[in-house]
Structures are given as structure tokens and as C-alpha cells.
């Protein structure tokens, strides 16, 4: 199988060119040759695919599947599907479950509403991206286009932080803030899983929309802070907390408290999708404890988060210690 990876060196992109190349694959990655490092055997093609031919690089070739994990502007994906129309079996476009339109109400599913985007737009929000690439790649490929809608992604390899920021937290031990409920479910993916079944699903030429995230009470905020104090090995203590008290404080979900989205929030449903299509199309989630010890590997090895390979730095992760104390002793 001959793939083509657009990016390759971030989070998503990057473990997906893992797990091709150890199916044995022949890939090809595009990219500026900026940032990060590909695996031995991995044919490197650089170029800017928002400059005038700045596409060049890929003419001539020919593959059997894409993965595009561009969240830039929807041109730009536009762009690059018309210049790989003939030259690419199927495209596989990594989206995001933030296109869909407030309110984010439980059980969305493929056909819910998404929010309003221009295929030819050159701006917008991050959810306004995704949604006018996903619109700007089916006009091209139609029924060739898989879009995958992933959602909270973790793994080894995460560049924005969330499960690393519990880790080092977890680590540092004594009274650790935990969001309640422990029993919360928490929908997300692993990135290996992602990776796997995107591969797995261009390769049969599934095309169409899907919500490519775990089960929705596939793990519980406290399985998940579970496993993290029994792969560090910390002497830290969960100190379970209403979420009132926690917000009452001015503590944000999501951003302060990672993962951590309580009942109520107006993003919730985001965590809360329908999954029937997915896993009727062959995804399969291994469980928390693996993909938190396998994290906690990784992040022993690196050190520390890596920055976002040629994307914008989201902004600061996590709850500062005398914040976090604050709200224990309040």
C-alpha cells in the first residue's frame, strides 16, 4: 500500500506514519521539513501548500491512500484534493468533533448540524476550518473522502498536554484536585487506535462521515487518575471535589483541569457522541491503562510536551499549584 501523508510530524499525523510503516507500507510524507523527524525509510517531500506551487513537490506521484491532517485554512485543503484528484485513490481527512453546532447536546451523530464554513475560506475559528476542509475535500473526492471526527485524543506522542499535565501532576504527589464526579465518563481515543483504523478503513475505500472516538463511557475521570497514580507510583491522594466548589473558584474545565468536563457545560455533548457508525465500520479502543502507562513512558523518555508541529501554540494547559491549593483548602 502507497501512502501519502499530508504533515506526518505532529501528534496525529506522526503516529500514523508509525503505524503504516509497521504494516510494512510505502510512505511518502509532505510537509515544510520544519519540525520533527520521520521513521528510516520514509520518503521526505517538502513544500508549503499555502505558497503559489507550493504543491510541486507532489506532481508525478502516485498513491493509493492520503491522510490529511491540515487544520489551517479550508483553501488550502481545497487546493491540494483538486491538485490529487487523479493522483490519489482515496483521501482521508482528519477532522474534529467541533464542528458541530452549538449547542453541543448528547448523542450527536454524523448528521447532527455543524456549524457554518466556506470550502473556499482562507480564515475562521478552528471549528469553522474543519468544517469548510470536510466541505472542500468531499466537493473534490465525493465518495473517495473518509472524514474523521475525532474527538479528545491521547496517547504518547500528545502535543497539546492534557494527559502529560496529570502525569507531572499525579507525580508531584500530596492532595491532588480531582474533578468530580469519579465516576464521569469520559469519551476519547487513542491515537493509535485513530491512526490504525483510519488506515484500515482507506484501504477498504470506506468513504462517508464518521465519529471516530471511543465508546462514550469507554473510561471515568476516575480510571483515568487511577491509572495514572499506579503508573507513577506517587504518593498523591485523590481528593474527589464537586464540581461546584471547583467552578466557583473560577477553575475552567477543559483548560485548568484537563479532560475534565462536567455535566452542565455547554461543551459536553462533545464528549457524549454517537459512535453506532464507527465501530459498526471495525474501530476498536484498547483500554485507559494502556494508553496512560504507554504515555507515561513516552513522556519519561521526551522529558516534556513537545511544541505543535507547524501549528499555533493552543495556550497554557493546566491549574498552577497555589490555584489548586486554594480551592483544597477552601
Not at 492520503?66 to 482521508?92: M, S
Not at 484501504?203 to 503508573?231: K, S
Amino acid at each position: 500500500m502507497r501512502l501519502l501523508v499530508l504533515g506526518g510530524t505532529g501528534f496525529v499525523g506522526g503516529a500514523t506514519v508509525t503505524e503504516a510503516v509497521r504494516r510494512g507500507w510505502s510512505v511518502t510524507v509532505f510537509n515544510r521539513g520544519l519540525h520533527g523527524t520521520v521513521p528510516p525509510g520514509v520518503h521526505r517531500l517538502r513544500g508549503d501548500r499555502t505558497a503559489p506551487d507550493g504543491l510541486t513537490a507532489l506532481a508525478g506521484g502516485e498513491w493509493d491512500l492520503l491522510v490529511d491532517t491540515w487544520d489551517g485554512a479550508p483553501r488550502a485543503a481545497g487546493d491540494a484534493a483538486r491538485a490529487l484528484v487523479d493522483a490519489v485513490g482515496h483521501y482521508v481527512y482528519v477532522s474534529s468533533g467541533s464542528v458541530y453546532a452549538d449547542p453541543a447536546a448528547a448523542g450527536l451523530d454524523e448528521d447532527s448540524p455543524v456549524v457554518d464554513a466556506d470550502p473556499d475560506s482562507v480564515d475562521g475559528d478552528y471549528p469553522q476550518l474543519k468544517s469548510g476542509a470536510e466541505r472542500a475535500v468531499r466537493e473534490v473526492f465525493g465518495q473517495r473522502a473518509l472524514v474523521a471526527r475525532a474527538g479528545l485524543i491521547l496517547g504518547p506522542g500528545e502535543d497539546i498536554g492534557r494527559l502529560p499535565w496529570w502525569l507531572r501532576r499525579v507525580e508531584r504527589g500530596g492532595d491532588v484536585l480531582a474533578p468530580g464526579p469519579a465516576g464521569l465518563p469520559v469519551q476519547y481515543i487513542d491515537v493509535r487506535d485513530l491512526a490504525g483504523w483510519m488506515l484500515d478503513a482507506g484501504a477498504r475505500r470506506v468513504g462517508g462521515t464518521f465519529n471516530t472516538i471511543g465508546r462514550r463511557a469507554q473510561t471515568t475521570m476516575g480510571e483515568l487518575l487511577d491509572a495514572c497514580v499506579a503508573v507513577t507510583g506517587a504518593d498523591a491522594r485523590l481528593c474527589w471535589t464537586d464540581p461546584a466548589p471547583i467552578l466557583a473558584a473560577g477553575v475552567q474545565p477543559w483548560s485548568d483541569l484537563p479532560i475534565w468536563l462536567p455535566i452542565g457545560h455547554p461543551y459536553r455533548g462533545l464528549l457524549e457522541r454517537d459512535v453506532t457508525r464507527v465501530f459498526a465500520a471495525g474501530l476498536t479502543c484498547r483500554p485507559v491503562a494502556e494508553t496512560v502507562e504507554d504515555t507515561w513512558r513516552w513522556l519519561r523518555e521526551v522529558g516534556t510536551v513537545p511544541p505543535r508541529a507547524g501549528r499555533p501554540d493552543r495556550g497554557s494547559i493546566g491549574l498552577a499549584p497555589e490555584r489548586e491549593a486554594a480551592v483544597l483548602t477552601g
